[in-house]
């Protein structure tokens, strides 16, 4: 039985070691010789200090002395302590993580210490790789959810303006005369023009008519209510669909974006005036569907147009009326 111990502790795969109440080494086994370069016959009766420094910390003399002294078992792992066992002269002391295991052992009436070391370097090394590879794929998973935002921001949206684009504006529409059939309300679609856009940028150059387009988006936003919407479907080109209480405060709300433009812009040192033609229909009193809500509102807005520019009309089947 002793011949068959002493093959086992030879050929265990952890390191054993056990010291008695004076810290003297009583038994170091084959897995530590491997890993130390140090053979038991040189180790045992010397002290564990002596022999492994990393215990003179007075935190493991205390596990020591608890599990020498007051039967105490300790673990402590390779996480929060690295290495207790320092390897044979010559190999890299810092890239070894050990577990160690501290048990109170029991002969006659003396008591010991059992120290097992477990390697886990591996294990760290493939925990760390493993940390690694899953901090990458987050970063990759982040990356292609911004990126598939963005691709879906671009996809509704004016590049230049940051508007809702044609899309967007359609199926907001259509979603509103759905639920403002549903709860029994009125909508307004709105198309408004630039008067004299053109021109502009053919005084001024392309880059004061973008400007010029931006400005024009920042004062659509901050007149029409914030429940409503607007949208830029091209060119110098917007729309806007509003909810209502009734059909009159589509004129309220015309008349507050004609006020919008009332005042120049002020544009690379230059002052542009510019109006605006509004086209309105409303629902239901004009139409169901998005696509001829649309085409009536633009119409209403070819009339003002037509008959001056600078002004806001509500659809009529065979006029448009002008305020």
């Not at 086209?279 to 009536?296: A, C, D, K, V």
Request: hydrophobic residues 40%.
């Amino acid at each position: 039985m002793n011949n068959l111990l002493s093959q086992a502790l030879k050929k265990a795969n952890i390191g054993m070691l056990i010291v008695d109440r004076q810290l003297k080494v009583v038994l170091w086994n084959g897995w530590l010789e491997r890993f130390t370069g140090k053979n038991a016959e040189e180790v045992i009766g010397l002290n564990l200090l002596e022999v492994c420094p990393r215990f003179k910390s007075s935190m493991y003399q205390n596990i020591l002395q608890n599990a020498l002294y007051h039967g105490q078992s300790r673990f402590c792992s390779s996480a929060l302590h690295k290495a207790f066992i320092l390897p044979r002269e010559g190999e890299d002391e810092y890239i070894f993580r050990q577990n160690m295991h501290v048990e109170p052992l029991y002969l006659e009436d003396h008591s010991y210490a059992l120290i097992q070391i477990t390697d886990m370097t591996n294990t760290n090394t493939r925990v760390y790789k493993l940390k690694n590879l899953i901090k990458e794929l987050e970063t990759e998973y982040t990356t292609i959810k911004k990126s598939a935002r963005m691709s879906k921001h671009l996809s509704l949206h004016d590049v230049l303006t940051g508007l809702p684009n044609r899309l967007a504006y359609n199926d907001r529409l259509a979603w509103s005369i759905s639920n403002a059939q549903r709860h029994d309300s009125k909508l307004a679609v709105m198309f408004v023009d630039a008067d004299g856009f053109k021109q502009v940028n053919d005084t001024y150059g392309h880059d004061v008519g973008d400007q010029v387009l931006m400005e024009m988006a920042k004062r659509f936003r901050e007149t029409i209510p914030s429940t409503d919407m607007v949208a830029r479907l091209g060119g110098d080109e917007f729309t806007i669909l509003s909810h209502l209480q009734n059909d009159q405060e589509a004129i309220t709300i015309a008349k507050k974006l004609d006020a919008a433009f009332s005042t120049h812009f002020k544009i690379a040192g230059n002052h542009i005036n510019l109006s605006i033609s509004i086209g309105i229909s409303l629902f239901p009193t004009h139409g169901q569907e998005p696509s001829e809500l649309l085409r009536y509102a633009d119409q209403a807005m070819y009339t003002i147009k037509k008959n001056g520019k600078n002004g806001y009309g509500i659809y009529e089947p065979e006029h448009v009326e002008e305020f």
